[in-house]
């Protein structure tokens, strides 16, 4: 979510939900544009593309940033463009919530925060019942992509506690817990608004469920939210079919606001993901009262029963691999010693167990491929996590 522009001046994408579901914030200025001349085949698919991706709307309204959401009939919407879900039929509510569930942190720093983040959508109007909000894609979103038909689409993560294997560019700072079955998992997380250096790169703030990472076809689940320069870098939102989305009032992918300031004001978001024990389909909240919506049990794997890992924390990815590192931001983009209202936290980060109550993890442990360049603080029931990128000891 991101303050209102009178002038039309574009904000670069902003928190978003991944399925990767993230919400985004609006982009720091000083991203590198690519201008590229484009050939009518290439106009021709992006055309394609875009008819195939934006639904009929029954209503649209305009956000002060300058996105369109458009108000897509709720059976129209984009996860049942998934082949395994053509005949599904939608499950309005959940049959349980985790035993344990309470968002009243009234003696914790979150008694601190402010969490009433709003999108900045709703200034201009809501969408009607029946319908759910869906963040238009244009053309130029796909021209910035680096290919039309993967616009949207997100590699699978990478992640190793050998801090000695390279990866793909992507750099963590996180509390994680494996070895056992998990069911769900919850985190209070304030958000920041974390400069962006290059347009390939991106920061998230986010709980991701993992699947068996042993079998055939690793499954992940990912909410939190995250800043980037475009959408090439994931498969987000609604772009990529399978999320069934049952809720009016939250267009994933819209931006929020306020977000939390150096010093100041700190805005933070509830983020619950947890499996139906009737059923098996994977449910989202945000907040204490918004059931977003649910991943269907039938388009798991390694998912149909249970998680293995979860993660807690920021992620990054760098760019600059074999030259200087990236001066893209984690969280607030300040060190976790620097501590509350200056640092990105984690608060109240639990695991859903198999009796289907929320509690704390055992056992976790903490992974910062670079702590100079980003590092993580573990206090407990609560973390600090994040850093600037490049400085005088992340060259």
């Not at 293995?308 to 920021?314: D, K, T, V, Y």
Request: charged share 20%; with cysteine; hydrophobic share 30%.
């Amino acid at each position: 979510m991101a303050p209102p522009c009178g002038n039309r001046r574009r904000w670069s994408r902003a928190i978003k939900m991944t399925l990767c579901l993230c919400f985004l914030i609006p982009m720091a200025a000083g991203i590198r544009n690519t201008n590229t001349i484009f050939g009518q085949k290439q106009k021709l698919d992006v055309q394609q593309q875009l008819k195939f991706l934006n639904k009929p709307a029954l209503k649209s309204i305009e956000s002060p940033d300058g996105d369109i959401i458009d108000c897509v009939h709720i059976n129209k919407q984009p996860a049942f463009d998934h082949p395994f879900l053509k005949d599904h039929k939608i499950q309005m509510r959940p049959s349980f919530h985790p035993e344990g569930l309470s968002f009243d942190e009234s003696k914790d720093v979150s008694s601190k925060a402010k969490s009433k983040i709003t999108q900045l959508w709703h200034l201009n109007g809501r969408c009607p019942e029946g319908t759910i909000p869906i963040k238009r894609t244009k053309e130029e979103d796909l021209l910035r992509a680096s290919s039309v038909a993967t616009y949207g689409r997100k590699k699978h993560p990478q992640f190793n506690t050998d801090v000695t294997v390279k990866g793909d560019g992507r750099e963590h700072a996180l509390v994680y817990v494996e070895g056992d079955k998990y069911y769900g998992a919850k985190a209070t997380i304030n958000a920041w608004k974390p400069q962006i250096q290059e347009h390939d790169e991106f920061s998230s703030s986010q709980i991701l469920i993992r699947g068996d990472v042993s079998g055939v076809g690793v499954n992940t689940i990912e909410a939190g939210w995250q800043t980037n320069a475009n959408q090439t870098t994931g498969c987000y939102n609604l772009l990529c079919s399978g999320f069934v989305q049952t809720n009016d009032q939250i267009g994933l992918g819209g931006a929020l606001a306020p977000l939390s300031n150096y010093a100041g004001s700190q805005y933070e978001l509830n983020f619950l993901v947890w499996k139906d024990p009737n059923g098996g389909n994977w449910w989202l909240q945000v907040g204490d009262k918004y059931i977003l919506g649910y991943w269907p049990a039938s388009l798991f794997l390694s998912l149909f029963d249970s998680a293995s890992e979860i993660h807690w924390g920021g992620e990054v990815i760098n760019s600059q691999q074999g030259d200087e590192h990236t001066s893209t931001q984690m969280g607030s983009g300040h060190f976790p010693d620097e501590g509350y209202s200056r640092a990105s936290y984690f608060n109240n980060f639990q695991i859903v167990d198999s009796s289907n109550i929320l509690t704390a993890p055992k056992n976790s442990s903490t992974l910062a491929e670079k702590p100079k360049c980003y590092n993580v603080i573990n206090l407990g029931s609560l973390f600090y996590y994040g850093g600037p990128g490049r400085n005088l000891n992340c060259p």
